[in-house]
């Protein structure tokens, strides 16, 4: 059943209206900025062992999105890297994982965050450390290029 079609729980409340929110809320730069370490801080939680921290890093990846408002502008980059984002998706139709570019980028860095995730396990620092890094800049350079076709869509 598509999202869109799900029975609304509050009378009114469509789940593509809740879905509305919380992409606009998501694009507050603040909110965008500070889910970027996410991942990294993940991977430390699964090296040290210490499900706590994984836990309080999973709850604040879900909550991120409800804690700030939506923003005022539409000029911050990390506003247009996730308006992007969902621009490419919804009205381009184009995934997030290929093999072709820009969405390779990100295919390869789902690919080294597994890595980092299994090198972390296994307590292989090196290994874990290039896994996130390589993850962390494959995805920021997959939203830069989305970034830039967004812009060019405008003029």
């Known amino acids: ?3 869109a079609t799900v029975p609304a729980v509050v009378p009114g ?4 209206r809740v879905e509305e929110v919380l ?3 998501h694009a507050n730069p603040a909110s965008g900025w500070t889910r970027l370490p996410t991942g990294p ?3 430390y939680a699964v090296y040290r062992r210490d499900w706590r921290l994984l836990l309080a890093t999973l709850v604040w990846a879900a909550a991120n999105p409800f804690l700030f408002s939506p923003p005022e502008t539409e000029t911050a980059w990390m506003t247009r890297a996730v ?3 969902r621009w490419w998706v919804r009205e381009e139709c184009n995934g997030t994982l290929g093999l072709d570019y820009p969405n390779v980028c990100n ?5 080294a965050f597994a890595w980092a995730l299994v090198a972390a396990w296994r307590r292989r620092p090196v290994g874990t450390s290039l896994g996130a890094a390589l993850a962390s800049g494959l ?3 997959w939203v830069g290029v989305l970034v830039r076709r967004y812009d060019a869509r405008e003029r």
């Not at 409340?13 to 593509?16: D, E, N, S």
């Not at 295919?107 to 690919?111: E, H, N, Q």
């Open 107 to 111: 295919t390869v860095g789902a690919l």
């Open 23 to 25: 992409w606009r809320r």
């Open 13 to 16: 409340v469509t789940a593509a």
């Open 1 to 3: 059943m598509p999202l």
């Open 83 to 85: 308006l992007a984002e």
């Open 139 to 141: 995805k920021l350079w």
């Open 41 to 43: 801080v993940l991977v």
